[in-house]
């Protein structure tokens, strides 16, 4: 009797540790239940909190836009615009202040390449007036070297040339007026607004004869020599004339210029 008495024992006693494992799991189980609850009703507020935000930025939003919206009306009834030509209008702004930057850049441009057109101006200015200052220079040392001579009639002294690149050099001057001439023995010809005639030539010696006819008078010059000026009055208000044979070609011509006043009458043209 004793070995059959404990064997029941012996299972009540793994079913009581059965019962304990169960309840310290079902224990734990609620316990795990009940935090993920309070953690989902957690959640759930958060969310609830966030859907209320988000219906209250809606919200406000709507509203934004419906005074947004009157406002446009306002402003496009106080100008009398419709939305459509106040976009339009906008446009037009955004147009012309494209336009406004496009010439800007173009002036910029345009005045970047004056600037440079300037500069080269400026360096080929400089380049004359270089030029220029040269030119006086090699002008008034020509001039230096002209030869002064006295004239036939009242020993009045004048600058002479004595070839045809002096004769330029006198002409830039500017002072007188020259006519160049060559004559040929027994031919009158007309230089300026007198006529010469050549009567006689000498090449060894350098000397020749003419006849200057001036104002319908004839004025012999005799026996005169190469680059001498031959001084006469000519004009109704009479001026000084001069005549200045360079070169004694042969025995039948001769070269040379007449000189006149700036202020004497210019000869006739031939049309």
């Known amino acids: 009797m004793s070995e059959v008495d404990k064997t029941p024992r012996s299972y009540s ?12 799991v079902g224990i734990g189980g609620l316990l795990w239940s009940w935090s993920l609850s309070s953690r989902l009703s957690g959640q759930e507020a958060a969310l609830a909190d966030a ?5 209250k930025l809606a919200s406000d939003l ?18 009398g615009l419709t939305q459509k030509q106040m976009d339009a209008r906008a446009q037009e702004i955004l147009r012309r202040e494209k336009a406004v930057e496009s010439a800007q ?18 360096t080929d200015v400089g380049g004359v007036k270089t030029d220029l200052t040269k030119t006086q220079s090699d002008l008034a040392t020509a001039i230096s070297q002209l030869q002064s001579m006295k004239g036939d009639l009242d020993g009045h002294s004048t600058l002479i040339a004595r070839n045809h690149d ?27 607004t007198v006529s010469l005639q050549l009567t ?10 003419l006849t200057v006819v001036s104002d319908d008078k004839p004025v ?26 360079n070169t004694v070609t042969s025995k039948n011509q001769v070269s040379g210029y007449l000189s006149t006043p700036k202020s004497a009458p210019a000869p006739a043209t031939v049309p």
């Open 166 to 192: 002096e004769l330029e050099v006198l002409k830039h001057k500017g002072d007188r007026n020259y006519y160049e001439f060559t004559l040929t023995k027994g031919q009158t010809k007309p230089v300026g």
């Open 62 to 79: 709507r509203e934004t836009d419906a005074r947004l919206k009157v406002a446009t009306e306002e402003l496009g009834q106080s100008l």
């Open 51 to 55: 859907r209320d935000q988000n219906k």
């Open 13 to 24: 006693g793994a079913f009581l540790a059965a019962v304990a494992v169960a309840l310290v």
């Open 105 to 122: 850049q173009q002036t910029a441009q345009a005045v970047s390449g004056l600037s440079t057109d300037v500069s080269g101006v400026k």
């Open 220 to 245: 012999p010059k005799n026996n005169k020599g190469i680059n001498e000026p031959l001084q006469f009055y000519s004009g109704k208000d009479p001026q000084l004339f001069e005549v200045v044979v």
């Open 200 to 209: 006689k030539a000498d090449p060894k010696k350098y000397t020749y004869s």
